[in-house]
């Protein structure tokens, strides 16, 4: 059973366009984290929200997580090619355990 | 600083025969070490997870088998594998001390059976 679903599944825009990728949940989890993905490397961490109505920002990334710790969003802001990947959330839960969605597949055309 | 290492990055592997992956940490002490297996471009499924030596939890029935013989290396196995076994290995370690800790991962191995 996925605990978190992510949408959209596949993304492809042009470079210096927006775009924003959903994580929500049934499940209430400590904290949410982003991770970004490249082929054949691991994940790597992009950002830990902690609190409900959090609100972080990396450069052109806008991470949010519900007031509810049940949901986030990735927003991306003029989006470059560089920001080509796979994009994954994971909720924390309290024994350590990371709950991984599907991922979102991005794709920034030149 | 913090190192993990994880290998082969490939390995294609005849159904049936054994298997045996590694994976070390350097740079940190007593950290819980976590093996994932991902379907191309998806999300991570945890196999098993350790939060000390000789600790193992496994998550989901299957062929694999996991071990931790020293504080900083972990290892998973399979005394047969099968064709359902393909896909990407991911091996990552965390601070064990606190929660919201980042999970830093190896760079993967690339598994087929044939």
């Known amino acids: 059973t996925q605990l978190l679903e992510q949408s959209p599944q596949f993304l492809s825009i042009q470079e210096g366009e927006n775009l924003t990728v959903y994580c929500n949940s049934s499940?209430?989890?400590?904290?949410l984290q982003w991770y970004r993905q490249e082929p054949g490397e691991g994940p790597v961490l992009l950002v830990t929200?902690?609190?409900?109505?959090e609100v972080k920002k990396l450069k052109r990334l806008t991470f949010q997580f519900g007031d509810a710790r049940k949901d986030s969003s990735l927003h991306i802001t003029a989006a470059q090619p560089g920001d080509t990947g796979l994009y994954l959330c994971?909720?924390?839960?309290?024994?350590?355990?990371?709950?991984f969605g599907a991922g979102t597949t991005v794709t920034v055309r030149a | 600083s913090q190192t993990i290492h994880q290998w082969p990055a490939t390995l294609v592997q005849p159904v049936g025969s054994p298997l045996s992956l590694e994976c070390t940490v350097e740079?940190?002490?007593?950290?819980?070490l976590y093996w994932y297996r991902q379907a191309a471009g998806r999300g991570l499924q945890l196999l098993f997870y350790?939060?000390?030596?000789?600790?193992i939890s496994s998550e989901v029935p299957q062929n694999l088998s996991a071990s931790r013989p020293q504080d900083r290396q972990f290892i998973l196995s399979s005394k047969k594998l099968l064709l359902s076994d393909s896909g990407f290995y991911l091996c990552?370690?965390?601070?064990?001390?606190?929660?919201?800790?980042?999970?830093?991962f190896g760079d993967g191995t690339r598994l087929s059976i044939l």
């Open positions: 990552a370690w965390s601070d064990g001390t606190s929660l919201n800790q980042p999970q830093h």
């Open positions: 499940s209430v989890f400590s904290s």
């Open positions: 929200v902690v609190t409900g109505g």
């Open positions: 994971a909720g924390v839960s309290n024994d350590y355990k990371l709950s």
């Open positions: 740079g940190t002490s007593n950290p819980n």
């Open positions: 350790s939060v000390g030596i000789g600790q």
